[in-house]
């Protein structure tokens, strides 16, 4: 079957439409299988954005009015470059008009040249009601720095300002000793527990684990989940994949003892601080679940009587200049905090405080002026939060880590969240993001999550986008960005449809990767793009181009039931054998994942059929672990191959590669079975709460984790990459 549209199709007005908006009308799958959206989909996403298309009338009026709106406008409101290469911006403008411009640089300073009309006659015209106009366009100089400018256009009387985007190519490979290839570990900080945690892992714990890893594996980076905002009272949220603001960190991984002023205690506050954590220490002895709620209930306790200390006066300006720096993206995320805490948790229901008061609304202003203090607590603790990753980040590069912290990005945030509620016109309301049907979620996914509007991060000049990627490279040496098909196309699923209902909505890639681009270089940073699944070849081949790395899975790399050997696999990536939404290798190997799909009805065809084709390309993987070297014959026909060779084989595959990069999982250095997410699930499985367990399902606490034969079998292993 053909993978295109037919003619017929292309020019209905809806599609059309669709399409000049950014809809893709059709799309292949996993398994090269070809799709045409349904009507009904379209219909709705176009919707979402504000554009009516019930019928072809209303689409064929909706078009028009639509490229009337862009043609009236003198320039695009975000315009993009790459530095060093001289290019041009249209102008739409009268025939006989000579458009002009300048430009204002990121430091202020106005670009010491006008911008000069390009040469060249092909102006085509396009007709409006009170006449027409035709598309100059003005030469962009090839010496204009890196950076985020402001592009002024005058034409006539007519003046119109644009964000203008001047970013690397690429984003260079900026790694010490490039010739040794660097390594490291994937880690759910959370799960990972010390002695002196407080029932949940924290940045303390956070440190350590990047101190040790480097000094007792020589590991060179720890990928840890994202460590965006979440709620500031319980319950919270368990999965960090859907934050209340991704521009922020989550305070309720501090370490209270961490804290500068906790050494000023008073007698009194200090027992009292001591009785609290006392209370969650035997959350750290629970090997079945992660309490964060009642972690959070003494630890907050804490926290609030190390504020209520005051700091001095250096400290309390760090904490004013901090404050001022991070602007109204800290005064939404501390006001919604407020809000919450005082009225309790928002929800979707109409009488909900975030759908009944908005940012600006007088009870917002009185509730910040009845609970001034409590405001500011929410500031100081993000402050708190702030430092203690920034410190983490400090001891890993000290000792000697090469990237030390790999943040991921998730893909958005709660639609109830502090960015929703502040910024409603950032995020599409209506649909939801998510990903189509594939082998390992044959339902499709929703992630319930609102995405980021098109039309507004055009209009923005990306800039929320900006200060989250700035926002994170300022405590980490490298980004993981989660699903970073993302920046190209989301899958938006409508308010009411399942999630094979969808249909993927294009982004301005170019502008997003661009962004990372000038981020990474201003900070030496590395971009990690999360790219399985689906990938388009022109995302493959913007990827490369850009310098990103894409992600290797070994258990993903096979195709027609044979695994490709790791000297096909690709250069620019970074390998891992799993990742957190799969189970660990050692549960992968007891086939944990049949049973959990069966007992969780997760199933589209039989429990048999499934069985059987986990059975098979078990039996794949072994053959192309033999034929690789990296098992022996004898002993897989004798069965006499145990677990941990099985899964050391794999690794050794890893290090076969000339994958740039190649990540561990601790969860398969000590041996662990229990898979911690399992997408298309909620509280159906302990999702985001399992905590770090041996082969028994026994704790295996940070203190203990390096010390532990198998992992450093397994670190023996990635050392000779």
Not at 67 to 92: K, Y
Not at 162 to 186: D, F
Not at 473 to 498: C, E, N, Q
Request: glycine share 8%.
């Amino acid at each position: 079957m053909e993978h295109v549209e037919s003619n017929q199709r292309l020019h209905r007005p809806l599609i059309e439409l669709a399409r000049a908006v950014g809809l893709s009308t059709s799309y292949v799958g996993q398994n090269d299988d070809y799709h045409e959206i349904e009507d009904e989909v379209v219909v709705a996403a176009l919707k979402s954005l504000g554009f009516e298309a019930s019928d072809a009338r209303q689409a064929r009026a909706t078009l028009k009015t639509l490229q009337d709106a862009r043609h009236r406008e003198l320039i695009e409101p975000t315009v993009f470059m790459t530095a060093g290469e001289a290019s041009t911006v249209p102008v739409h403008a009268g025939a006989l008009d000579i458009p002009a411009g300048r430009i204002i640089l990121e430091n202020g300073e106005e670009y010491p040249r006008s911008l000069m009309p390009a040469s060249g006659d092909g102006a085509a015209a396009y007709p409006l009601d009170d006449g027409f106009v035709v598309n100059a366009a003005l030469e962009l100089p090839a010496d204009l720095p890196v950076g985020y400018h402001r592009l002024i256009v005058t034409v006539g009387e007519r003046e119109q300002t644009s964000t203008l985007i001047c970013a690397p190519r690429s984003i260079p490979w900026a790694v010490p000793e490039a010739q040794i290839r660097p390594w490291g570990w994937m880690a759910q900080l959370y799960s990972i527990r010390s002695r002196s945690s407080w029932g949940v892992g924290d940045f303390a714990d956070l440190a350590q684990l990047l101190v040790q890893a480097k000094g007792q594996t020589g590991a060179d980076f720890v990928l840890v989940n994202p460590m965006h905002a979440a709620e500031p009272v319980s319950p919270l949220t368990p999965s960090p994949y859907l934050p209340v603001s991704r521009r922020l960190v989550n305070f309720t991984y501090i370490r209270p003892q961490a804290i500068q002023e906790y050494q000023l205690l008073g007698e009194e506050s200090l027992a009292q601080v001591k009785a609290a954590y006392e209370a969650c220490l035997p959350l750290n002895d629970n090997p079945d679940h992660i309490d964060r709620d009642t972690m959070w209930k003494h630890k907050m306790r804490a926290l609030w009587l190390i504020y209520k200390l005051g700091r001095s006066v250096e400290r309390q300006r760090e904490f004013a200049d901090y404050v001022t720096t991070c602007g109204d993206d800290l005064e939404a995320y501390a006001t919604w905090c407020l809000a919450y805490d005082k009225w309790g948790a928002s929800s979707e229901k109409p009488d909900s405080w975030v759908n009944r008061f908005g940012k600006d609304s007088g009870e917002i202003k009185v509730l910040r002026e009845q609970y001034p203090d409590t405001l500011d607590f929410y500031r100081w603790m993000e402050w708190i939060a702030t430092q203690q990753l920034d410190e983490a980040q400090r001891q890993a590069e000290h000792a000697g880590m090469r990237i030390g912290v790999m943040s991921d990005m998730a893909v958005g945030v709660h639609p109830q969240g502090a960015e929703v509620w502040w910024n409603p016109d950032r995020y599409v309301k209506g649909v939801t993001v998510g990903a189509p049907p594939d082998y390992f979620n044959q339902q499709g996914q929703n992630w319930s999550q609102p995405p980021l509007n098109p039309v507004e991060l055009e209009r923005t000049g990306y800039l929320s986008y900006r200060n989250m990627v700035h926002g994170m490279f300022a405590h980490a040496g490298a980004l993981r960005i989660d699903h970073i098909l993302g920046l190209f196309r989301l899958w938006w699923i409508p308010a009411g449809m399942s999630a094979v209902q969808g249909v993927y909505v294009n982004y301005r890639s170019e502008a997003m990767l661009g962004i990372l681009a000038i981020e990474a270089s201003r900070v030496n940073g590395i971009v990690v793009g999360e790219d399985l699944g689906v990938v388009p070849q022109y995302v493959a081949d913007s990827l490369i181009r850009h310098e990103v790395l894409g992600c290797v899975v070994e258990w993903f790399e096979q195709r027609n039931g044979k695994f490709r050997a790791p000297s096909q696999w690709r250069e620019c990536a970074l390998a891992s054998v799993n990742t957190h939404d799969m189970p660990p290798d050692a549960g992968y190997l007891n086939y944990e994942h049949v049973e959990l799909h069966k007992r969780l009805g997760l199933l589209t065809g039989t429990a048999e059929d499934f069985m059987a084709s986990a059975v098979a390309e078990q039996k794949a993987m072994m053959s192309m672990l033999v034929e690789g070297g990296f098992l022996n014959e004898d002993e897989v026909k004798n069965r006499t191959v145990g677990e941990q060779q099985i899964v050391e084989a794999q690794y050794k595959a890893l290090t076969a590669s000339s994958c740039k990069l190649l990540a561990a999982a601790l969860t398969d250095g000590v041996g662990e079975r229990r898979a911690q997410n399992q997408p298309g699930t909620n509280n159906e499985y302990p999702n985001w709460r399992i905590p770090l367990g041996d082969s028994e399902a026994k704790n295996v606490l940070l203190e203990d984790l390096f010390t532990n034969k198998r992992l450093q079998s397994l670190a023996a292993i990635m050392r000779t990459a």
